[in-house]
């Protein structure tokens, strides 16, 4: 099935917002791009084809231009990479966040219930008992 045939399953409030954050930044749709990329198994047979092609047959002596090349590239995906854990840990607190109002106001609806249900109880067996 589609994802279309299914009803539209609710979703946390701080992942709508994150998605909608991320769709509405140009800066971080490109990193977010980049991160799929780097991240899949493409980028490492792209890499692969590269760099056997540099060693065979671009230059005589590729070992000073490539190892450029891959620190380079290097520091740029690890920065790629903590741009990944930064906003992974961001959701994370913002949803930890909005869990614990709601469960903190959850606590205090069902203490209100709770009490209320006392004095309901406590009013109907003095009305039944008789005190």
Known sequence: MTASTHPARPEHPV?????????ADAQLRIADAITAFAGSMAF????????AAWM?????????????????????????????????SAFQQAKADH?????????????????????LTTELHRRTFGS
Do not use: C
Request: charged content about 25%; aromatic content about 10%.
């Open 56 to 88: 065979l047959f671009a230059e005589s002596s590729p070992w000073p231009t490539l190892t450029l090349v891959v620190s380079l590239e290097a520091i740029f995906l690890s920065t790629f990479v903590m741009i990944g854990q930064n906003r992974a």
């Open 44 to 51: 490492v047979y792209l890499h692969v084809v590269v760099f």
């Open 15 to 23: 992942v709508t917002r994150t998605r909608e954050k991320r769709a």
């Open 99 to 119: 869990d614990f109002i709601e469960q903190e106001l959850e606590l205090k609806t069902n203490t209100e219930l709770t009490r209320e249900i006392h004095v």
